[in-house]
């Protein structure tokens, strides 16, 4: 079994100051873990994978994650917010073992707020 | 190139009647994937498709919800007797189905019961 815990549903962070949304994790194997976005009226989109290579990921728009296995959590931080930062972000998780062929179980996820 | 598309984007419908939603994916993507995304929630995962059969519909709630993809490409979610309960966003997402390991989501088609 597999699952993600969102630690907040909701931040607010002023803008150009640094953004933490936090998510631990629960997987039988070794995960593969993701950050989607989600802007409103807009699809899902990836903004950074980890699996299993190295533990601190870089995705888009100046955002990043780290694996830590010690403390089964997967954070994603940015060091400055922008304006169009605000959106939905799910922490979501699939097992590794078959490289992708894998429903991914989400977090509830959470609305990041930027304050001008 | 273009990406995932569902239609239709809205969709509103009675109480028990039928309703099928559709999804075409990446050009190239083996597996598909349809997930529902209640309000306030992460989308849950419904049914993946690798090809034309159906390898995992743990997802599926109960026998009123089918999907198919019988030429391994585009699929077609299929709802009968809806309910109330039955409202929200169906997503839909493909990949490769190999170690690129990302799935690409569509818009989604937002259903509501009435």
């Known amino acids: 079994a597999q699952s993600v815990t969102q630690l907040d549903s909701h931040v607010s962070v002023s803008e150009g100051t640094p953004v933490l949304l936090r998510c631990n994790y629960s997987?039988?194997?070794?995960?593969?873990l993701f950050w989607y976005v989600q802007h409103p009226n807009k699809g899902l989109q990836l903004l950074l994978k980890?699996?299993?290579?190295?533990?601190l990921v870089k995705g888009i728009n100046g955002f990043e994650a780290e694996f830590k296995k010690s403390e089964t959590s997967f954070h994603l931080t940015k060091p400055s917010a922008h304006m169009s930062d605000a959106a939905e972000y799910f922490c979501?998780?699939?097992?590794?073992?078959?490289?992708?062929?894998?429903?991914?179980?989400f977090g509830t996820g959470t609305r990041l707020t930027i304050i001008p | 190139g273009a990406g995932v598309s569902q239609t239709p984007s809205n969709k509103v419908t009675e109480k028990g009647k039928y309703v099928e939603l559709r999804c075409d994916p990446i050009?190239?993507?083996?597996?598909l994937y349809w997930y529902r995304q209640s309000l306030g929630q992460g989308p849950e995962f419904l049914i993946y498709?690798?090809?034309?059969?159906?390898?995992?519909d743990s997802g599926l709630p109960n026998d009123r919800f089918f999907a198919v993809r019988p030429e391994g490409s585009v699929s077609t979610l299929k709802i009968q007797r809806t309910e109330r309960g039955d409202s929200a966003v169906y997503l839909c997402?493909?990949?490769?189905?190999?170690?690129?390991?990302?799935?690409?989501f569509g818009p989604g088609t937002r259903l509501t019961v009435l």
């Open positions: 997402a493909s990949s490769f189905g190999d170690f690129r390991n990302e799935q690409f």
């Open positions: 997987s039988s194997y070794s995960p593969s």
């Open positions: 980890y699996t299993s290579a190295a533990t």
């Open positions: 979501v998780v699939s097992p590794e073992a078959n490289f992708g062929n894998e429903k991914l179980t």
């Open positions: 050009s190239g993507h083996t597996a």
């Open positions: 498709f690798q090809g034309t059969g159906a390898a995992d």
